[in-house]
Nanobody, 116 residues
Framework: QVQLVESGGALVQPGGSLRLSCAASGSIFSGNVMGWYRQAPGKERELVARITSGGSTWYAGSVKGRFTISRDNARNMVYLQMNSLKAEDTAVYYC??????????WGQGTQVIVSS
């Protein structure tokens, strides 16, 4: 069964840190690029980071230098370490496999709120 389950979101103060986790079913995860997306209120969902099965990474300019994506290939897990959080990072965060076909259904996401 194709499944993505995100966790780790919370309310955090500006400048704080959070680590998001994503558990992916093996059929999606194994050998595939995995990514973290976010959708802020009133905005389109956007890809913010991705990682290949070999560990090569890419980041959107808005998060580069603050966020770090990683994966545990033995556990089918993807992580997003978020540091120096800003109010504009407030969004629902999702993981998915951007190059997997057919594109997997979205999970429920995990809410991140950055506010004092």
């Amino acid at each position: 069964q194709v499944q993505l389950v995100e966790s780790g979101g919370a309310l955090v103060q500006p400048g704080g840190s959070l680590r998001l986790s994503c558990a992916a079913s093996g059929s999606i995860f194994s050998g595939n690029v995995m990514g973290w997306y976010r959708q802020a209120p009133g905005k389109e969902r956007e890809l913010v980071a991705r990682i290949t099965s070999g560990g090569s990474t890419w980041y959107a300019g808005s998060v580069k230098g603050r966020f770090t994506i990683s994966r545990d290939n033995a556990r089918n897990m993807v992580y997003l370490q978020m540091n120096s959080l800003k109010a504009e990072d407030t969004a629902v965060y999702y993981c998915n496999a951007p190059t997997y076909y057919p594109f997997p259904p979205w999970g429920q996401g995990t809410q991140v709120i950055v506010s004092s």
